[in-house]
């Protein structure tokens, strides 16, 4: 798995807007100050369905990664994690570098994959046949806008997950800005 191009925005703006319940008339300054940082430290250790973290949704994250097939069926079930866009097997399967996008795959499995891409660029196979024989192993890239309090749910839920990309992805969320609102550590 590889997770490039991170994009963290509004960070400021959520500290900030996590005042707002308790806000007689609306905040004019858009600097956090150093209760904005306590407070929001301290709603963010909240647990999630308690309504305090709800500011966390407000911190947008953009980024491109490239997983596995098979993590790419298990992130898409997560409502707040939005593929902006994606490479295609349905437009570019047949051109695809095999060896470079099925790392771990066994060697010969590669070579007959090759040998599928070839017949279906000459004919002999339908596109569906060849793209129905790609292995869940194939790590494609795609776009994707997220925010922190779905990375929460992401990160709790899967930080044990015996899938190295999972493993990867959540080693990757201790890399962003006040993780520590993500993984309530």
């Not at 858009?30 to 963010?44: F, I, Q, S, Y």
């Not at 500011?55 to 947008?60: A, M, N, R, Y």
């Not at 922190?148 to 800005?177: E, G, V």
Request: with cysteine; glycine share 6%; aromatic share 10%.
């Amino acid at each position: 798995m590889q997770i490039t191009k991170v994009s963290v925005a509004n960070l400021d703006r959520a500290a900030i807007a996590s005042g707002y319940p308790m806000a007689v008339t609306m905040p004019s300054h858009t600097v956090p100050t150093e209760n904005d940082w306590k407070r929001a430290d301290r709603l963010a250790g909240m647990p999630s369905n308690s309504g305090h973290c709800n500011f966390l949704k407000g911190v947008l994250v953009t980024a491109d990664f490239t997983g596995s097939m098979k993590w790419w069926v298990q992130a898409q079930r997560y409502a707040w994690f939005t593929i902006v866009s994606s490479q295609s097997t349905m437009h570019r399967g047949e051109s695809f570098p095999l060896d470079d996008m099925l790392p771990g795959v066994p060697k010969p499995l590669i070579q007959m994959l090759k040998q599928m891409q070839i017949d279906c660029v000459e004919g002999r196979i339908t596109h569906e046949q060849f793209i129905k024989c790609i292995p869940d192993g194939l790590e494609y890239g795609a776009m994707v806008v997220t925010n922190y309090m779905q990375l929460r749910n992401m990160f709790a839920q899967r930080k044990h997950h015996p899938l190295s990309d999972w493993k990867q992805f959540c080693a990757w969320i201790y890399t962003l800005p006040k993780h520590e609102w993500i993984t309530q550590e």
